[in-house]
């Protein structure tokens, strides 16, 4: 493994004269220590710890080991194309910058050449050495650290979040990265630092990093649950639905208690929230949308009297949509989507007893919408009765004898049912 700091002593890289302003305090550097290198591409490495690059090169992590172009320059490459395909204009931006004016912001990197700030700028100087063919520089501040140095790992990273988060100007975080890089930050047995560590590092309320903490948690639990790797997080951003982990987090948090008990209950409603996960991407419900339609199951199942019973009414339907996808190879979001499809009658049954929940608990929620409700299903039966007896362009000629048998065993069962009702409603008039 290269030193640049070695190198930097051979001559082999040459200073630029200027000198860094360090945005946060850091034990054992300081500006004056510090010095601006022009380092050759070619020595230079994405950092995959960085939770935009982990997220993408996640369902890769077997195939892809860290390397700069001298090793081996397919893992720059890989990465490059993740890059121009999260924020292709901004790239091109820089690229023009840089082609126009030179680099004007230098970055941070570590003695091996990982990249801890300037993958923009790196990218574009790489694809600008490539297109010409001239010898490029990459201009930054050479950091006596490494991610080997449990100590030195927490100083790393919270000269990062300061860079790209903190102090200095916010970049925009998806928040599928954002969350990674929070959970894969703070967890496991030897963590960087703590989420109250990252979250004043990263000028970010503690809720808001606790949330996506558990997020990326159940975003995991997820993955695991449908049989693709738990860090298949590039599944979760091609779909679109990180607003549905966020809102399991919040809900999960305020509905259920720390007892032995609540947890099982809490465990039941994950996996039937992740059969509505999977009802939203089957029938192409993303973003804002899918979110609001998360508020709604939180909202009028979870935080109700009805969530066990709910749980009950769509475990084996959960259990065996799980089944059938973990015995499938699920890699990405084709391979869902197949197995999706495959199980179309799953995903409907699951869609019928949400909807039927979700109805009365709305219908629920007020004299005045249960009435509508009531209301709305007998104009129904009116306009059918209007025309015809039947809907659309349907004619009795496309019905088999034995769906028009179903079909007045259904209006036996009605016409009973609202005797019933008639007499019920009549009894409770004072």
Same mark, same amino acid.
């Given at each position: 493994?290269?030193?640049?700091?070695?190198?930097?002593?051979?001559?082999?890289?040459?200073?630029?004269?200027?000198?860094?302003?360090?945005?946060?305090?850091?034990?054992?550097?300081?500006?004056? %220590?510090?010095?601006?290198?022009?380092?050759?591409?070619?020595?230079?490495?994405?950092?995959?710890?960085?939770?935009?690059?982990?997220?993408?090169?996640?369902?890769?992590?077997?195939?892809?080991?860290?390397?700069?172009?001298?090793?081996?320059?397919?893992?720059?490459?890989? &990465?490059?194309?993740?890059?121009?395909?999260?924020?292709?204009?901004?790239?091109?931006?820089?690229?023009?910058?840089?082609?126009?004016?030179?680099?004007?912001?230098?970055?941070?990197?570590? /003695?091996?050449?990982?990249?801890?700030?300037?993958?923009?700028?790196?990218?574009?100087?790489?694809?600008?050495?490539? =297109?010409?063919?001239?010898?490029?520089?990459?201009?930054?501040?050479?950091?006596?650290?490494?991610?080997?140095?449990?100590? =030195?790992?927490?100083?790393?990273?919270?000269?990062?979040?300061?860079?790209?988060?903190?102090?200095?100007?916010?970049?925009?975080?998806?928040?599928?990265?954002?969350?990674?890089?929070?959970?894969?930050?703070?967890?496991?047995?030897?963590?960087?630092?703590?989420?109250?560590?990252?979250?004043?590092?990263?000028?970010?309320?503690?809720?808001?990093?606790?949330?996506?903490?558990? $997020?990326?948690?159940?975003?995991?639990?997820?993955?695991?649950?449908?049989?693709?790797?738990?860090?298949?997080?590039?599944?979760?951003? =091609?779909?679109?639905?990180?607003?549905?982990?966020?809102?399991?987090?919040?809900?999960?948090?305020?509905?259920?208690?720390?007892?032995?008990?609540?947890?099982?209950?809490?465990?039941?409603?994950?996996?039937?929230?992740? $059969?509505?996960?999977?009802?939203?991407?089957?029938?192409?419900?993303?973003?804002?949308?899918?979110?609001?339609?998360?508020?709604?199951?939180?909202?009028?199942?979870?935080? %109700?009297?009805?969530?066990?019973?709910?749980?009950?009414?769509?475990?084996?339907?959960?259990?065996?949509?799980? /089944?059938?996808?973990?015995?499938?190879?699920?890699?990405?979001?084709?391979?869902?989507?197949? $197995?999706?499809?495959?199980?179309?009658?799953?995903?409907?049954?699951?869609?019928?007893?949400? /909807?039927?929940?979700?109805?009365?608990?709305?219908? $629920?929620?007020?004299? =005045?919408?249960?009435?509508?409700?009531?209301?709305?299903?007998?104009?129904?039966?009116?306009?059918?009765?209007?025309?015809?007896?039947?809907?659309?362009?349907?004619?009795?000629? /496309?019905?088999?004898?034995?769906?028009?048998?179903?079909?007045?065993?259904?209006?036996?069962?009605?016409?009973?049912?609202?005797?019933?009702?008639?007499?019920?409603?009549?009894?409770? &008039?004072?």
């Amino acid at each position: 493994m290269i030193s640049l700091i070695e190198l930097a002593k051979a001559g082999t890289i040459e200073k630029t004269g200027a000198k860094p302003k360090l945005p946060i305090r850091i034990d054992g550097v300081s500006s004056a %220590t510090l010095d601006v290198y022009k380092i050759p591409l070619e020595y230079l490495y994405y950092n995959d710890r960085n939770g935009r690059i982990a997220t993408g090169i996640s369902q890769y992590n077997e195939e892809l080991r860290p390397a700069n172009d001298r090793e081996d320059p397919a893992y720059n490459d890989f &990465v490059a194309s993740l890059l121009k395909k999260d924020n292709a204009p901004a790239l091109k931006r820089t690229k023009k910058s840089i082609a126009t004016a030179g680099q004007q912001v230098y970055g941070y990197v570590l /003695d091996d050449g990982r990249i801890v700030d300037g993958n923009r700028r790196y990218t574009a100087l790489r694809e600008l050495c490539q =297109e010409t063919g001239q010898t490029t520089y990459f201009e930054a501040v050479v950091l006596p650290f490494s991610y080997n140095n449990s100590a =030195e790992r927490a100083k790393i990273k919270k000269l990062e979040l300061a860079i790209q988060m903190g102090i200095e100007e916010r970049q925009d975080y998806d928040p599928v990265d954002l969350a990674v890089d929070i959970y894969q930050t703070t967890s496991g047995s030897d963590p960087i630092m703590t989420l109250a560590d990252y979250a004043t590092g990263a000028n970010m309320k503690l809720k808001k990093a606790t949330e996506y903490y558990h $997020g990326a948690f159940y975003m995991r639990e997820f993955l695991k649950f449908i049989g693709t790797a738990p860090q298949n997080f590039q599944l979760i951003k =091609e779909n679109k639905i990180w607003a549905l982990f966020l809102e399991l987090s919040k809900s999960l948090a305020k509905n259920f208690d720390d007892d032995a008990e609540s947890q099982v209950r809490k465990n039941q409603t994950m996996e039937s929230y992740f $059969g509505f996960i999977l009802h939203q991407i089957h029938v192409g419900v993303t973003g804002n949308s899918a979110r609001n339609h998360a508020r709604d199951f939180m909202r009028c199942i979870v935080a %109700t009297e009805n969530n066990e019973k709910f749980n009950d009414a769509v475990f084996d339907v959960v259990e065996d949509l799980a /089944d059938s996808l973990q015995e499938s190879s699920i890699d990405t979001t084709a391979d869902l989507m197949k $197995g999706l499809t495959e199980e179309n009658d799953l995903i409907i049954e699951f869609g019928d007893v949400y /909807d039927t929940y979700l109805r009365d608990a709305k219908n $629920g929620e007020s004299v =005045e919408k249960f009435i509508n409700s009531v209301k709305k299903s007998v104009q129904e039966f009116q306009r059918i009765k209007n025309d015809g007896g039947l809907a659309g362009k349907l004619r009795f000629t /496309d019905f088999s004898n034995a769906q028009l048998q179903e079909l007045q065993t259904y209006m036996r069962d009605l016409n009973q049912v609202s005797k019933e009702l008639f007499k019920q409603y009549g009894n409770e &008039v004072h």
